[in-house]
């Protein structure tokens, strides 16, 4: 059976050049464009080549979490997923709307890579085996941006249903590389990298996902808007090393020209990740998780617990967490 490709964003602007060139281009992988709207998009949003869910749009889609799920949040996009999921995608893109395609995105994709590997269960600023100077990724814990870096395995297949592409030009760091050293830049033609145990945060900025790692997809409303896909890395590496996957790094696919952001405000929403994300991986660690796809699910509900124990998530996010996870069941059954 053929893959059969979803690309996710969400956005409350009028179409951007990602949005017209992604709706476009789509068709280069028979790819179904999702676009989830909220409550300050633009009430005359049309983008011809795209399903644009406002909200709305989102409640008719009969899934409990689209009613349950607070607006006026990036999390919104969850919804997307299960529409996409719903529509039978077998591989499903997610990137923004300032992320714009270079040719090399249109590529058909697979879950299974050959790719360098590193498994040292340490932190691992993966940026900086795809760059020479001093950068690192929103999420890393600052006192790792400068940790030797482990020498990768050589090149092995690997299985890896998460995939992290990069971005040149205004790349996913955090507000403090923002405001102290220089943007633009592009990252080098590096290798793909797996990692197999070591940790390093990914974003939803541009990256793949496979039908056994979609219910990782799920992004947290209660917690800082900056650290909601942040967050979500690190339960999804959690339970993807308990399953014997890799999550892997490649190079970048786009280019972003970012929306204009408070860069202040960002520093500001990412203050909980700066104080606590070395200790979310050390709770998370002690978490007991069981090997394979049925138990998925209940290690997610066994994460998330955690971390409202740690009170760094609202107690709120376990039922929307439970909403999710029967609106993935739905989804996944109504393609059969």
Same mark, same amino acid.
């Given at each position: 059976?053929?893959?059969?490709?979803?690309?996710?964003?969400?956005?409350?602007?009028? &179409?951007?050049?990602?949005?017209?060139?992604?709706?476009?281009?789509?068709?280069?992988?028979? =790819?179904?464009?999702?676009?989830?709207?909220?409550?300050?998009?633009?009430?005359?949003?049309?983008?011809?080549?795209?399903?644009?869910?406002? @909200?709305?749009?989102?409640?008719?889609?009969?899934?409990?979490? =689209?009613?349950?799920?607070?607006?006026?949040?990036?999390?919104?996009?969850?919804?997307?997923?299960?529409?996409?999921?719903?529509?039978?995608?077998?591989?499903?893109?997610?990137?923004?709307?300032?992320?714009?395609?270079?040719?090399?995105?249109?590529?058909?994709?697979?879950?299974?890579?050959?790719?360098?590997?590193?498994?040292?269960? %340490?932190?691992?600023?993966?940026?900086?085996?795809?760059?020479?100077? @001093?950068? /690192?990724?929103?999420?890393?814990?600052?006192?790792?941006?400068?940790?030797? @870096?482990? *020498? &990768?395995?050589?090149?092995?297949?690997?299985? $890896?249903?998460?995939?992290?592409?990069? =971005?040149?030009?205004? &790349?996913?760091?955090? %507000?403090?590389?923002?405001?102290?050293? &220089?943007?633009?830049?592009?990252?080098?033609?590096?290798?793909?990298? %797996?990692?197999?145990?070591? /940790? $390093?945060?990914?974003?939803?900025?541009?990256?793949? /996902?496979?039908?056994?790692?979609?219910?990782?997809?799920?992004?947290?409303?209660? $917690?800082?808007?900056?650290?909601?896909?942040?967050?979500?890395?690190?339960?999804?590496?959690?339970?993807?090393?308990?399953?014997? /996957?890799?999550?892997?790094?490649? %190079?970048?696919?786009?280019?972003?020209?970012?929306?204009?952001?408070?860069?202040?405000?960002?520093?500001?929403?990412?203050?909980?990740?700066? @104080?606590?994300?070395?200790?979310?991986?050390?709770?998370?660690?002690?978490?007991?998780?069981?090997?394979?796809?049925?138990?998925?699910?209940?290690?997610?509900?066994? $994460?998330?617990?955690?971390?409202?124990?740690?009170?760094?998530?609202?107690?709120? *996010?376990?039922?929307?967490?439970?909403?999710?996870?029967?609106?993935?069941? *739905? =989804?996944?059954?109504?393609?059969?």
């Amino acid at each position: 059976m053929s893959d059969k490709y979803a690309i996710v964003i969400t956005s409350i602007n009028y &179409p951007t050049r990602a949005v017209t060139e992604i709706a476009r281009d789509a068709g280069r992988l028979d =790819a179904r464009f999702v676009i989830v709207g909220d409550s300050k998009s633009p009430p005359d949003f049309a983008q011809p080549g795209a399903a644009y869910l406002d @909200l709305d749009a989102q409640a008719r889609t009969g899934f409990r979490y =689209a009613v349950e799920a607070p607006a006026q949040h990036y999390a919104r996009k969850n919804v997307g997923y299960l529409h996409a999921i719903a529509a039978g995608a077998t591989v499903l893109i997610e990137t923004d709307d300032d992320n714009i395609p270079h040719p090399e995105f249109w590529k058909p994709r697979s879950a299974r890579v050959s790719a360098r590997v590193i498994s040292q269960p %340490a932190w691992t600023n993966v940026y900086r085996y795809f760059h020479d100077g @001093l950068v /690192w990724p929103r999420g890393l814990p600052l006192d790792q941006v400068n940790a030797p @870096l482990p *020498e &990768p395995i050589s090149a092995q297949d690997v299985y $890896c249903p998460i995939q992290q592409g990069l =971005a040149d030009d205004n &790349p996913d760091v955090d %507000a403090i590389y923002r405001l102290l050293l &220089p943007i633009p830049f592009r990252f080098n033609e590096a290798p793909a990298l %797996a990692l197999r145990g070591a /940790w $390093c945060p990914f974003n939803s900025q541009n990256t793949t /996902w496979w039908p056994d790692a979609f219910p990782l997809l799920y992004l947290p409303y209660h $917690c800082s808007f900056r650290m909601t896909d942040i967050w979500r890395s690190f339960v999804a590496q959690r339970i993807a090393y308990a399953n014997g /996957w890799g999550v892997l790094f490649h %190079a970048a696919t786009v280019f972003q020209e970012r929306n204009v952001h408070d860069l202040m405000r960002d520093f500001a929403e990412e203050v909980p990740g700066y @104080l606590h994300n070395t200790a979310i991986r050390d709770a998370l660690d002690q978490v007991e998780v069981g090997a394979g796809i049925a138990h998925i699910p209940d290690n997610m509900r066994a $994460c998330y617990e955690r971390l409202v124990a740690l009170e760094l998530v609202g107690r709120g *996010e376990l039922r929307l967490l439970d909403s999710w996870l029967e609106g993935l069941s *739905e =989804a996944t059954s109504s393609r059969f």
